[in-house]
C-alpha cells in the first residue's frame, strides 16, 4: 500500500477568503440525495421484505439476487465514474446526467415494486432484470451527483457542512420512506400490498425528479476543468494511481463497511421488531426512529467536526456506538423509553459518521488531483458508488442467507430463526463498527489537507 507521502516544499496555508456556498445551494445539494433515497431507502428497507413476503420469491434466491447483480457494479462504477471525468458539455461532468437520467430513474424504480402473474420463474426473471437495471440507472444518476461535491468547493469546513446537508438529505427520504411506505401501501392498495407498494413508489418518484431539478440549477461546478486533449485520462493509468492513494482506499474500506452495516441493520430490523421484539405494529417507529438520529447527527455534524476532524470526529462516536450497541441488546426486553432512548443515540452517532465519510471522500480526490495532476472526481467517487450498492446487496443478502439457514418461514417462526436474527442484529452492528474504526485509523490526510488545497490554488 502506498504511503502519504506529503512534499515538504508544499507552501503554508496563506489567509484568505474562505469558499463560501449559499444556503440554496447546500439545500440543493441536501435535495439530490433526498430524492434518490425515495428508491435507494425503499430498496434498503423493503425489498427483501416485499420479495419474500409479497412477490412470492424464497430468502434464499433474494440473496443470490442480491449478490450477482451487484458483482457487475465492479465493472460499472468504474466505467461510469470515467464517463463522467471525460464529460465536456454546457452543463459541466456531472450535472447532465442528473438532468437527463431523473425521469428513466423513476420509472424503473416503480417497475421494480410492480408484482406481475407470472410462474415461479418468471417472478425471478423479471425480479433479476428490474433489480439489475434499477442498479444501473442509480450508477448513471448518483455517482455523478456524489462527483458533483468536490467540483462546488475545495474548502475542507464547506464539504463538511455539504456533507451534512447530504446526510440530512439521506436522513429525510430514509424518514419518509420508514414513516410512510407501509401506511401508504395499505391506503392506496386498499389493503392489496401488490397494488400498494407501486402506486406508492410512483408517489416518491414524482417527489425525487422535482427534487432532482433543485439539485441540477441551484448546484454550481466551480472546478471544473475541461478535457485536455493533449493529456487524456486513460482509464489504466487512472486506475492505477487510484489505488496509489492512501487516504483514497481507506475511505473506500470504510465506506463499503458502512454501507455493508447499513444493509445488514435495515435488512435484518423489520424481522427482529416483527418477531424477537414481537411489536409488528412498531416497525416504522423504529425504521423512522434510526433515520430520524441520522438526520439529526448530519445536522450536527458541522459543529462537531469542525472542532475534532472528519477522522477523528469519526473514530470517538463510533467507539462510543460500540457500548451503545450492546447495552441495547441488554435493555432489550426492559424500558422501552431506555432502549429507544440509546438506541437513537447511537444512531445519531452514525448520522456524523456518515456525514464526515462524504468530506473525507471529498479531500481524498483533491489529494489526487495534487499528487497526479489530474482531477478524476468520477472514478474516485465510483469507490463510493459501488460501495453504496455492494455494502448494502451484501448485508441484505447476508440477512436472506441467515434467514434460510436457520429455516425462516414467515408462517411459523421458530426458536432458531428468532435466535438467528438477534444474532444478525447485534454482533452484526458490533463487529462491522470495530472494523470501520480500524480502516478510519490508517486515514491520515486530515492533517495534510490544507497545506494541499494551499498547493492546489497556487497552481490555478
Known sequence: MAELNVSPAVPEIKKGKPEKLGMLEKVSYGFGDLASNFVWGMTTSYLLFFYTDVFGISAAVVGTLFLITRIWDAVNDPIMGIIVDKTNSKHGKARPYILYLAVPFAILSVLTFITPDFSNTGKIIYAYVTYFLLGMIYTGINLPYGALLPLMTRDSIEKSKLGSFRMMGLAAGSIAVSALTLPLVDLLGNGNQQLGFPITMALYSVVGVVLFMFTFKFCKERFTEPVDKNNPIVFRKAAVNMFKNQPWLMVAVNSLIYFLRIGLFFGVLIYYVTYVLEQPQMVPLYLTLANVANFVGGAIAPF???????????????????????AMLLLENGSFTVFTTVFFIAFTFIGVNGAANFALLADSIDYQEWKYGQRTDGLLYSAYSFATKFGIAIGSAAVAYALAWAGYNPDAITASAQDMIRVIMYAGLIVLTIAQIIALFFYKLDKFHASIVADLRNRD
Open 304 to 326: 462537531i467536526l469542525k472542532r475534532l476532524g472528519n477522522r477523528n470526529g469519526s473514530i470517538i462516536l463510533l467507539t462510543l456506538c460500540v457500548p451503545l450497541f450492546i
